[in-house]
């Protein structure tokens, strides 16, 4: 499975950007996805996630009330609106995928990746 990533950039704090982040039809039912991220030297975290029935989401304590997580079927896509940015939001964004139906939700809060994309980059400045 092949995850496609768009957007990302540089912005000044306070600002917004959005990631969209889409898989293949044949793949998309029955796959949680979300966003992590990677601050050098250290590994990646969840930033926010969503199951495959967009019943329940994901949210780093940091960002809540500032990202915004959909998902849009019918396009096999997801999107992270990332308003009021700050400058610790800056890093490496990866979209992700984790398998399992019912169960995926479970196994991305456990950082049981199936699928990764290549990453984008977000710079927020000061």
């Known amino acids: 499975v092949q995850l496609v990533e768009s957007g990302g950039g540089s912005v000044e704090e306070g600002g917004s950007l959005a990631l969209s982040c889409t898989a293949p039809?044949?793949?998309?039912?029955?796959?949680?996805m979300g966003w992590f991220r990677q601050d050098p030297g250290k590994s990646r975290e969840a930033v926010a996630y969503?199951?495959?029935?967009?019943?329940?989401?994901f949210y780093r304590e940091s960002v809540k009330g500032r990202f915004t997580l959909s998902r849009n079927s019918g396009q096999n896509t997801i999107e992270l609106q990332m308003n009021n940015l700050r400058s610790e939001d800056t890093g490496m964004y990866y979209c992700?995928?984790?398998?399992?139906?019912?169960?995926?939700?479970?196994?991305?809060?456990?950082?049981?990746?199936?699928?990764w994309g290549p990453g984008t980059q977000v710079t927020v400045s000061s």
């Open positions: 992700a995928a984790s398998q399992g139906g019912a169960g995926s939700f479970s196994r991305m809060s456990r950082g049981l990746i199936d699928y």
């Open positions: 039809r044949s793949s998309y039912v029955a796959l949680t």
């Open positions: 969503i199951t495959w029935t967009a019943d329940e989401t």
